[in-house]
């Protein structure tokens, strides 16, 4: 969708998808979120006290499961694991492992989760917006920017950009599954509004910043393993 075969971007469908993500937060923010957030939450399920019901259990496991730091660590050992298998399996050649790690799948997959993480970590903190439980419990809406508490880092939605990026990144390495991981990621960004842990254009620009890391990545990692 985004790459083409000959590992070129898509630039008209990226220009496409910046065009929807600008439309989608300028939406949200002028009122959309507050009005999807009523439609999509339920007051009883959200990630801040005990809750119950099946598909309130169900959105919240999916949140563990397919957490930043679940998806970070995941990746890392995944990398980790091969290099110390393809290092063993050659006499102990770390440089022989070192340069086939760069061009493996667990490696493209790590460095798109990476990059994502890095990048919604910085955007948090710069917007600095508060979360849907600041609203349910105030009515108001708030933007402390260059703050590190939780409270004030909803935007981008940072499961939302580690799952796109990965799922995206496993999508284009296995084009058989690929409208499977995209599923899996819609589902994951739409849990995060269910349990209200985001507001919508949270969500549309966590998915942004994955697709494009997954982008970013893959281009720049074929480009260079192919010298």
């Known amino acids: 969708m985004f790459m083409k075969k000959v590992n070129l971007v898509n630039w008209k469908s990226v220009v496409v998808l910046v065009c929807l993500t600008v439309l989608g937060v300028v939406a949200g923010l002028m009122g959309g979120d507050k009005v999807l957030h009523t439609l999509i939450h339920k007051p009883d399920c959200n990630v801040w006290t005990i809750t119950s019901g099946f598909l309130c259990s169900f959105f919240l496991l999916l949140g563990k499961i397919f957490s930043v730091k679940v998806w970070f660590f995941a990746s890392f050992i995944s990398v980790l694991a091969f290099f110390v298998y393809k290092a063993v399996k050659n006499e102990n050649d770390f440089r022989y492992a070192f340069v086939k790690i760069k061009n493996s799948y667990v490696f493209y997959v790590f460095a798109s989760v990476f990059l994502s993480i890095a990048i919604t970590g910085g955007l948090k903190v710069l917007i600095g917006r508060s979360r849907p439980v600041l609203f349910d419990a105030l009515g108001k809406t708030y933007f402390e920017p260059w703050v590190f508490d939780s409270i004030f880092n909803s935007m981008p939605s940072g499961h939302t950009a580690a799952s796109f990026a990965g799922l ?3 999508g284009m390495l296995f084009p058989r599954v690929k409208w499977l991981m995209w599923i899996l990621a819609v589902i994951i960004g739409f849990s995060r509004l269910y349990v209200g842990a985001h507001w919508c254009s949270d969500v549309i620009f ?3 910043v ?18």
Not at 217 to 226: A, D, E, F, G
Request: hydrophobic share 50%.
């Open 206 to 208: 966590g998915a942004f």
């Open 168 to 170: 995206c990144m496993l």
């Open 210 to 227: 994955g697709i494009l890391c997954a982008i970013i990545v893959k281009s720049t990692l074929k480009r260079i393993n192919s010298k």
